[in-house]
């Protein structure tokens, strides 16, 4: 079945799974004995103050590094890192369209399917646009828009509104609770922004401070549409920020 974005509607086995894990560089333990879980169109987000690994557990979730301790289990994913890193002389669309095109599909298909895509993403109008010319909640759309089209059943989203200015944050934190609804996912959600992880998750994950470890898990029962003044979002958010220090 698919969703209105166009991709398929997750399955018990798109889950994610970290049971003990363990690893450093060098001298320094980035994470020890860490084990979390996220169910098939569970959005989790992990947060944790500077150095505690939160990257790192990205990297090893989608298989750019192995752990030196521990297991992770988890379907084919795709990472979406804080810079868009669109490419400056394609368009939006065209730039949406990259992992289709790496993929083999051809590219007047991709570039059909990729606006198609923009136009849900509320990006209709802009599929010639280059980057440039975008602004910088625009060109996490496009981004995003790649990440999808990747076909991907797991996203990791590593701190993608970090270089976006409070208001766009804002503006782009409901777009993307809006985008998952629509189009549910297993996400994996890294911020350093415990508001944004308490507004746009199902449960966040605290890591304490390098190495990081597991010392709070808070599943955030509170309807979607919610905001930052809403009582048990500031509730969660104390909570949160609390198990940080």
Request: charge should be positive; charged fraction near 20%; aromatic fraction near 2%.
């Amino acid at each position: 079945m698919a969703t209105e974005l166009g991709v398929a509607t997750p399955r018990i086995t798109d889950g994610v799974v970290l049971d003990g894990v363990s690893h450093a560089y060098g001298a320094t333990q980035a994470l020890e004995r860490v084990s979390l879980s996220a169910r098939g169109g569970e959005v989790v987000a992990i947060v944790g103050p500077s150095g505690c690994g939160k990257s790192t557990l990205l990297d090893l979730v989608c298989g750019l590094t192995t752990p030196q301790a521990g297991r992770v289990e988890a379907p084919r994913a795709v990472l979406m890192p804080q810079r868009d890193q669109l490419l400056p002389w394609l368009t939006a669309a065209d730039n949406a369209a990259l992992a289709l095109r790496v993929n083999g599909t051809s590219k007047h298909a991709a570039r059909e399917k990729a606006t198609r895509l923009l136009a849900e993403l509320g990006l209709g109008g802009f599929e010639r646009t280059r980057p440039a010319d975008l602004s910088g909640g625009m060109r996490q759309r496009v981004a995003f828009a790649r990440t999808l089209l990747a076909g991907a059943p797991l996203l990791c989203l590593d701190e993608p509104f970090g270089a976006l200015d409070a208001i766009t944050r804002a503006d782009t934190q409901a777009w993307l609770a809006e985008a998952l609804r629509r189009s549910p996912r297993t996400v994996l959600l890294v911020t350093h922004d415990v508001e944004e992880a308490v507004l746009l998750a199902d449960t966040v994950v605290v890591l304490s401070p390098r190495p990081g470890r597991v010392v709070k898990r808070l599943r955030i029962d509170l309807p979607p549409g919610r905001t930052a003044t809403d009582p048990g979002v500031v509730e969660l958010r104390a909570e949160a920020l609390a198990a940080m220090r």
